[in-house]
């Protein structure tokens, strides 16, 4: 499996703390079947300005150490990127990483509660740049929570989504679960990976919750969330799937009775 978001560099981010604990984390990622993590810190331009130079230093240094080690795990960078008016400027300059360093697939975290107007120009405008956008644990998010249909329609625009697999297995409570199945049952999923942290909590461990999207999905489809989509990415490729399937409206009888009233 490829796990496509996982915070394993030391130090960078609110990650491992160090290097034993980064090491800790890529053996139980092999431990789960887990062959290729892409390392994703969070790059925020006040709180974690992981520029490119620094992630790309931190994974060969990351390299060296589970060659030390014996951990037959392959690293890739990446990066999680905040939201910010200046990213398309920084990625185009080259300061900002894109996933695998391809220039083309950016790993983007939605701000806090509420959506910035014009979101949908803002990813047109990474769109006509040349990037592709995967949206970061979009379960999560109370705007997708409170209205679904929202993630249809920039899933119709190209956006791609990435679930976390805790969340599937109802870490986070039965509702963001029922949600994780809603959105796979919709084709609104487009990779499954683990966010992981550290050892602890938000561990970089997928198979569980790869078992449980083939339940959904059947185990073929949830097996692509891991391994075919996450390898276009890694390649620049682009990513497919089966059409995104729209929510029903609700039934508006009651509204209509009552105004014929």
């Known amino acids: 499996m490829i796990d496509l ?16 604990e980064s090491l800790a984390m890529a053996r139980l990622a092999v431990k789960g079947g887990v062959h290729t993590v892409v390392a994703t810190p969070h790059w925020h331009p006040a709180l974690w300005p992981n520029g ?19 951990i037959p795990l392959e690293v890739r960078p990446g990066c999680e990127l905040v939201l910010d008016a200046d990213l398309a400027d920084g990625l185009g300059r080259g300061s900002l990483l894109t996933l695998n360093d391809t220039g ?12 910035p107007q014009r979101l949908e120009d803002f990813f047109w405008d990474l769109s006509s740049r040349g990037y592709g956008i995967i949206l970061a644990h979009v379960e999560r998010h109370p705007a997708v929570a409170s209205d679904p249909e929202r993630l ?9 989504a990435q679930i976390t697999g805790s969340s599937l297995l109802g870490r986070l409570g ?9 959105l796979l ?16 909590s938000r561990r970089p461990v997928l198979a569980a ?32 799937g089966p059409a995104p399937v729209p929510f029903k409206s609700p039934r508006r009888w009651w509204h209509w009775f009552t105004r014929r009233k």
């Open 152 to 160: 249809y329609r920039w899933v119709q625009m190209g956006v791609r």
């Open 5 to 20: 978001h996982c915070h394993l560099l030391a130090g960078l981010d609110d990650g491992p703390r160090d290097l034993e």
């Open 52 to 70: 490119r130079r620094t992630i790309l230093e931190a994974v060969k240094d990351l390299e060296a150490a589970l060659r030390r080690e014996g």
């Open 104 to 115: 083309r697939w950016v790993l983007l975290e939605l701000p806090g509660e509420i959506l």
């Open 174 to 182: 039965p509702d963001v679960a029922a949600l994780c199945r809603r």
């Open 209 to 240: 919750a790869v078992r449980a999207a083939g339940e959904v999905l059947g185990p073929d489809a949830a097996r692509r969330l891991v391994e075919d989509h996450p390898r276009a990415v890694l390649e620049g490729k682009d990513v497919n």
């Open 185 to 200: 049952e919709h084709h609104l999923v487009h990779f499954l990976a683990s966010d992981g942290h550290g050892v602890r």
